[in-house]
C-alpha cells in the first residue's frame, strides 16, 4: 500500500510518499503507526504524539481504529488548518 | 456531482464577481446568493507575517470539499455552490478561499454558506505554514473551529 504525508509530518519524516508492505498483524491505523514508529526515528518524531494525528484511507477521514485491510493509499497529517 | 456544484483547487486568484455570475447565469428562481470570502491577514497571534503557504492534499481535498456540498445541496434548498480554495504561496491582503451559494431565499444561502466554510477549516485537508520574519512554522488548528463545525451535528 502507498502510504502519504503532509505538512510537518511529512517534514518529520523526510518524504511525501512510500509503498510499504506492513507485516499481516498490523491491522488497524494505530498498529500501522506502532509499526512504522519502530522503523527509525524520524518516525518516531513524526507520532511521537499519535492522539494528534490524523489519518485517512483512500481520501477518507478515518479514525485510528480503522481496518486497514484493502486500503489502496492511507495518508497522515497534522489537524487541517485551510479555509 | 449534483448539477450546478463546482469546486476548484488552484494557486490562481479567483474573480469574485465571475464566480457569483457563473452560478446564476440564465436563471429566474434564484433569489440569494452569500458569498463568503478568505482573505490572508498581515500577522498572525499579533506576530506579522510575510507570507502564507498552503499545502493540500490532491485529490482528498476535492472530493471532501464534494462531500459536504452534497450534504449542504440536500440539507438546505440550494440552486447551487461554488467553492475555490487557493493553494502555494499568498501574501497578506490576497483571497484564499471562496464559498458562494446560492437560493430561492437568504436563510438557506447564509447558513449553507457558514456550515461549508465550518467544515472546511476543520476537515478538509489543508495545512497553511506561516512565513515570518524569525522563520516558518505550520499554523496550529484550532479547537473553536473544531467546536464551529460540530455545532452543525447537534441541531
Known amino acids: ?83 | 456531482m449534483t448539477e450546478n456544484v463546482t469546486i476548484r483547487v488552484q494557486e490562481s486568484d479567483f474573480d469574485i464577481a465571475r464566480e457569483i455570475s457563473a452560478l446564476t447565469a440564465g436563471r429566474s428562481d434564484i433569489g440569494a446568493v452569500v458569498s463568503f470570502t478568505g482573505i490572508c491577514r498581515g500577522s498572525e497571534d499579533d506576530a506579522s507575517i510575510a507570507a502564507l503557504t498552503l499545502e493540500h492534499y490532491p485529490g482528498m481535498a476535492e472530493a471532501e470539499i464534494g462531500r459536504h456540498a452534497e450534504t449542504a445541496m440536500s440539507r438546505w434548498e440550494l440552486s447551487g455552490i461554488r467553492v475555490i480554495h487557493r493553494i502555494g504561496r499568498i501574501t497578506p491582503g490576497e483571497n484564499i478561499v471562496l464559498v458562494v451559494t446560492a437560493s430561492k431565499h437568504r436563510q438557506a444561502a447564509f447558513e449553507a454558506a457558514e456550515f461549508l466554510m465550518d467544515y472546511l477549516k476543520s476537515n478538509a485537508p489543508f495545512w497553511k505554514r506561516v512565513e515570518a520574519a524569525d522563520g516558518a512554522s505550520w499554523i496550529e488548528a484550532r479547537d473553536h473551529d473544531d467546536a464551529a463545525a460540530a455545532r452543525w451535528t447537534k441541531s
Open chain 1, 1 to 83: 500500500m502507498k502510504l502519504k504525508y503532509f505538512a510537518w509530518v511529512r517534514e518529520r519524516i523526510g518524504k511525501p510518499e512510500e509503498t510499504i508492505e506492513p507485516p499481516p498483524g498490523v491491522k488497524t491505523v494505530e498498529e500501522l503507526i506502532t509499526w512504522l514508529v519502530a522503523r527509525g526515528e524520524t518516525y518516531a518524531h513524526a507520532f511521537e504524539t499519535p492522539r494528534v494525528i490524523r489519518a485517512a484511507i483512500d481520501h477518507a477521514h478515518v479514525k485510528q481504529d480503522a481496518a486497514i485491510a484493502g486500503a489502496r493509499e492511507i495518508a497522515f497529517f497534522p489537524p487541517m488548518t485551510g479555509g
